[in-house]
């Protein structure tokens, strides 16, 4: 049974750096493209970063660009998010994402897979 579990969130300033992990288990993840989705209170769930399943391609929502860094090791089954120069308007639970089906590199497939139950990220002004 795949099970996915976030670490990291927090209470930070507006300017820190937070970086969450998500460490997952029941079965090998590498060859599982895995990504980062995100909920804000009274919002939809939203794509942050996806990364291919090698590590070599890695996807970022416009909101994040630049300020977000998606990597995995896949010996250790973790993926991690890096995030600088936080805002408030990054306030929300981040989850961690893996992939349905094996091979496949898009944010549907790991919309659509395994989620964890989510880690607190706040961000004060």
């Known amino acids: 049974q795949v099970q996915l579990v976030e670490s990291g969130g927090g209470l930070v300033q507006a300017g820190a750096s937070l970086r969450l992990s998500c460490a997952a288990s029941?079965?090998?993840?590498?060859?599982?493209?895995m990504g980062w989705f995100r909920q804000a209170p009274g919002k939809e769930h939203e794509f942050v970063a996806r990364?291919?399943?090698?590590?070599?391609?890695?996807y970022y929502a416009d909101s994040v660009k630049g300020r977000v860094t998606i990597s995995r090791d896949n010996a250790k089954n973790m993926v991690y998010l890096q995030m600088n120069s936080l805002k408030p308007e990054d306030t929300a639970v981040y989850y961690c994402?893996?992939?349905?089906?094996?091979?496949?590199?898009?944010?549907?497939?790991?919309?659509?897979?395994?989620w964890g139950p989510g880690t607190q990220v706040t961000v004060s002004s």
């Open positions: 990364i291919s399943w090698t590590g070599g391609n890695t």
């Open positions: 029941g079965r090998s993840f590498s060859s599982y493209a």
């Open positions: 994402a893996v992939a349905r089906s094996p091979y496949t590199d898009d944010t549907d497939s790991v919309r659509l897979g395994s």
